[in-house]
């Protein structure tokens, strides 16, 4: 008869320190061996890993009030601001906000060396921020303006919570004009020179469980060291099918999470500022999330290894920049992974902006958590919208 | 056979002449280009790295013409601390002083191999990559 798991039994053997886990690594291994018939019944819990630049992160910052109060209209953590219009002392700060001097692309490529990204990080850090807020005054809030320093222990709430993050699969970046690129992957040499990619692969959380059969809306994850959530789809989440020109299927791609968690337990080594040459700053997250092994489908999904997984090569130097819907075909991060791949005939360099050992370190950190049993699943009150719901990206007129 | 990386500075004056063959020819020397660069004003700088047995008189030579020659100090070192092992810099780097150490996808550093081009200190998207002088 078919296994099938549910995630009170699964949780009821990792309190008991019984529960079988193991990282997507070794699934895939394991499932070589022995089968998928095999593994499922054995395995509870697959663990996977991601770690890179993920724009669409920020957090929620609940300052506290001062003596007399001030109802901030704006605010600056170390001169990069954040947005306050939604109460008298909270501000979200992003991860791709730079500082109003910051030179930008003036001097093109700029360099953006400090963002909303590196904010995060040093408050994760516990370094002390400068705080500058200015007011417009009112009767119960009526202080104009504040300069001072706060810690991350000092102010009330600290939430990282980010729109869009852990996207599923990612385009392989190359330029095919004939200057070098400066791009959010990276900087791209001119005629072919080099080719970038941004997934762990076979670690990747949503190329392991591509249909969301397991992942939705409370879905409990490793998040930037800490522990934190799946709370809704992420944003552009268009979790469909790619295909080549000859109709052929290359894989799930392009769903997306949205998560958060309290930044107070996260860590520095897991929230790192991050500066892409000429394009700008952003933040890189390390995300891990379980996937219970409930049935045989699942697993299957999950013991997918680079070999059987596949990026679009996109041209950053035209296509991608003018929206235009065309690919120089697919290759597998096996291929990427090994360092060149063929475009066009060429030879061509590859190199991640995402790290595989780090991703790597995340699985196996989740792994020894629920093994300890300090880490339960948390079973999706929803799940999200899979391949099957046909969503398609809007186009902005103009 | 000893080796030394120096770094050349020409007038607008020298920028033309055949300078480096003559190290070749004359001293028996060799020479590794690492990098080379004539401004709009004529004026040139080269960093080389020479090897053989009459480098000091190859230099002699060189000061004789008005070269100024000073010894390369400027180093790249990796911060570990900073370093996520990314690989962003690896395509990058043209010596291959920067590679992926495979299958474990670990970002090392060779800085025997480094040209000091500094193309990683500005591509590093974690500013992990340092100038040290």
């Known amino acids: 008869m078919a296994v099938e798991k549910t995630y009170q039994e699964i949780n009821e053997r990792i309190k008991k320190g019984q529960a079988v886990v193991v990282t997507a690594e070794e699934l895939i291994t394991m499932v070589k061996e022995k089968g998928v018939t095999r593994v499922t019944s054995e395995v509870d819990v697959v663990t996977t890993g991601t770690f890179g630049p993920m724009c669409s992160s920020g957090a929620f910052l609940n300052f506290g009030h001062s003596k007399p109060r001030i109802k901030m209209h704006k605010v600056w953590l170390n001169d990069v601001a954040a947005y306050t219009g939604i109460a008298a002392v909270d501000a979200f700060i992003g991860a791709t906000e730079v500082p109003e001097d910051d030179p930008l692309n003036t001097v093109h490529p700029g360099e953006f060396r400090y963002g909303g990204g590196h904010v995060i990080q040093d408050l994760v850090a516990r370094k002390k921020i400068r705080l500058k807020a200015t007011g417009y005054g009112t009767d119960c809030y009526p202080r104009r303006e504040i300069e001072t320093e706060i810690t991350i222990d000092d102010i009330n709430e600290a939430i990282l919570f980010n729109p869009r993050n852990a996207y599923q699969n990612y385009n392989c970046a190359v330029n095919l004009s004939s200057r070098t690129i400066y791009t959010y992957l990276g900087m791209l040499k001119a005629n072919l020179g080099n080719a970038h990619y941004s997934t762990s692969g076979q670690l990747s959380p949503l190329l392991k469980d591509p249909m969301f059969k397991t992942i939705g809306v409370g879905t409990r994850i490793f998040l930037g060291g800490g522990i934190g959530y799946v709370v809704w789809n992420g944003t552009q989440h268009f979790p469909g099918v790619s295909q080549d020109n000859q109709g052929q299927n290359f894989g799930h791609s392009g769903g997306t999470l949205s998560v958060l968690g309290d930044l107070k337990q996260m860590s520095p080594r897991w929230l790192v500022g991050t500066s892409m040459l000429g394009y700008g700053a952003t933040l890189t997250v390390g995300i891990g999330i379980p996937i219970p092994l409930l049935n045989e489908e699942i697993c299957r999904y999950a013991a997918a290894g680079d070999d059987e997984l596949y990026a679009p090569i996109i041209d950053y130097s035209d296509a991608f920049p003018n929206l235009i819907p065309a690919n120089l075909g697919y290759v597998s991060y096996a291929e990427l992974k090994s360092g060149k791949i063929t475009v066009n005939g060429k030879e061509v360099p590859t190199a991640p902006v995402s790290s595989y050992p780090r991703a790597r370190e995340i699985a196996g950190t989740l792994k020894q958590w629920i093994q300890k049993g300090d880490f339960l699943l948390g079973e999706p009150v929803q799940l999200l919208p899979n391949a099957d719901a046909g969503i398609k990206a809007n186009t902005l007129k103009g | ?133």
Do not use: W
């Not at chain 2, 280009?33 to 047995?53: C, F, R």
């Open chain 2, 1 to 133: 056979m000893s080796s030394k990386k120096v770094v050349l500075r020409f007038g607008a004056d020298l920028a033309d002449q055949p300078i480096i063959y003559k190290l070749v020819k004359d001293y028996d020397l060799v020479i590794n280009i690492l990098k080379a660069n004539v401004n709009p004003q004529k004026e040139g700088t080269l960093v080389m790295d020479i090897s053989g047995k009459n480098i000091e008189q190859g230099i002699e030579y060189l000061r004789q013409l008005g070269v100024r020659v000073q010894s390369l100090t400027e180093e790249i070192i990796q911060n570990g601390e900073k370093c996520v092992s990314c690989g962003a810099c690896t395509d990058i780097c043209p010596s291959g002083a920067l590679y992926m150490d495979r299958p474990d996808m670990l970002v090392r550093f060779n800085s025997d191999r480094c040209v000091v081009c500094h193309l990683c200190v500005k591509a590093c998207p974690m500013k992990a990559m340092e100038v040290r002088f």
